[in-house]
């Protein structure tokens, strides 16, 4: 069954590690990184943007599907089922859905307006039993038509809204959704560090893991950092594989297309992915 990440992000942070969230689009996504999070016996947390649910029919729909592959697959490690950079709304539609944790990304309204909609659903999730991850700085790059700069967070703010009662806290230290420019001047680890002072023992969640060199994913899990979110390079992956089986098999005249043949190597390459970063993030083992 479904579970909060509070459990998983507590033993990460104190234990020095971070959980792994990637985010799925489709069946065959899901399917994929749950046999991996299984086989590496690593918790895992499936990460659904709002785009991505409505893709796939709807948060019901999805609550459905994960569900059904939790038994049907006889997934025993820990799973969350996580809004990625959800809007208020969202996040009440994905709590009544079935989902077992919601990101609320309050960090482009004013600080205080960010308050008052983090407090609302922080009372919420409590109540229900679900894990609830805020953001402080807009995180770079473009997800689902929301473009950000990539800020750093202010420490006191996100003090503020730690305070509130969240499970995590998701701070902008020059991270990007997407890939990284050339000229990209990597994560500022003096705001990571005092975000961290000012936070205590809090989770922090590291946006936009895709691209960012291996020394500084160590360096911020070593300062805090329990959360790594991983999107376009499963989709960098996946779509590599696609295209070398469509050019492999484009003489054979319509033959050989049947869909799940067609997406296999795709998923091959996720879970090839998935594994790479699992042991990255140092979470093998930990379920």
Known sequence: MLVSAKEM????????????????????????????????????ILGVSEGAGKYMCGYKTVVGM?????????????????????????????????FSSIMFDGSHYPIEENIEKTTELVKTCNSLGLSIEAEVGAIGGEEDGVVG????????????IADLGVTMLAAGIGNIHGVYPSNWPGLSFETLAAVKEKVGDMPLVLHGGTGIPDDMILKAISLGVAKINVNTECQ????????????????????????????APGCDAIKAKVKEKMVLFGSVGKA
């Open 9 to 44: 992000m507590q033993k990460a942070e104190a234990n020095h590690y971070a959980v792994g969230q990637f985010n799925i689009n489709n069946l065959e996504w899901t399917k994929s990184i749950l046999l991996t999070a299984q086989e590496c016996n690593s918790p895992v």
């Open 236 to 263: 960098l992956v996946f779509q590599a594989a696609t295209r070398k089986y469509i050019e492999e098999k484009k003489d054979l005249r319509g033959k050989g297309f049947d869909p799940r043949k067609l997406l």
């Open 149 to 160: 700069m990539g800020e750093c967070a202010d420490p006191d703010e996100c003090k503020m």
């Open 66 to 98: 994960v569900n059904g592959m939790l038994e049907e697959l006889e997934i025993t490690v820990p799973v969350a089922l996580h809004l990625d950079h959800g809007t208020f709304e969202g996040a009440k539609a994905c709590i009544e859905a079935g």
